[in-house]
């Protein structure tokens, strides 16, 4: 028996319209990647994360439960669940479950992405418990009622604190501000780029050059909608990485899966195998620039491979 995609999507959109964000957590966590950065509060340019990256343990682990539920008899109870979170945050309980290892390795993902953007003297600010939800998985879910109110929602809090430039840390942020919030939102103008554009145009320059061999896994994002494919390669070629090109990249990209995950674990683990496959052909280093990327070609692999994110590598050889 598939899992209720009616109900489950309707979970998330409650959770948007009531809390705000499709899986709702504090401030803390979602602020806790900055502390000892020293960010400046808010700016005409800030560094918006849209909780991507915090959201992505919670979502691994709601993954994992959802998965053991696919073809089960239980599945028929998701209404009265989604009945139930209307009145408890029933996915608060189950973002208990992340792991706090990977909590860490996240939090860490974007402290590289704030520290490489100190390191080539880009001046940006930061909203840090102000920060809204993007909306990504409801707008790429369909869901246009919810995202459209929330897209507004964000919009306001963004004027508000005089912003006129966002940083963007993933391809899914960066696609919904970027392309969707112009749709939704009337007079949007606020200017939007990814951290990968922002820094290849930038004056940064390594502190040490890697003779390793990369294999670059595309995000479908950021190639085939964003024009983001030249920027992450410049940054690498630039501290001698040599890429070994899987057969479909850049534009001709192969989907990780994971957006499918919550929805049909199945297709996507299949999706996410075969993709591990065709890289894995490429090489054995595998890097990518998407969070929902990272964590389902991660499981994909079971260890038979690296796959790390970007960031770190930026990192090590940017010297931050």
Known sequence: MPLPTKDILGILADNLNQRKSVLPMSAAKTTRWAKGLDLPKGGKTILYTGHMYQLIPVIDAMAGQMSKLEDSPITKMMGLGRLGNKFINMTFFMGLLASKADQQDYDRMLRNIALLLKKANVEFGYLYGEELYSGALVYDEGIDGSFAKHAQRVCDLLKKHGVTKVITVDPHTTHTLRTAYPQFVKGFDIEVKSYLEVLAESDIEPTQQLSDALTLHDSCLYARQEGVVDQPRKLL?????????????????????GPLESLFPSESHRIAGNRIEQLKEAGDNITTMCPICLVGLRKAAKGSVKVNDISDTLAKVYGV
């Open 237 to 257: 070629g630039k501290a001698g990485v040599t890429m070994n090109e899987p057969e479909l990249c850049g534009k001709n990209t192969h989907c990780c899966g």
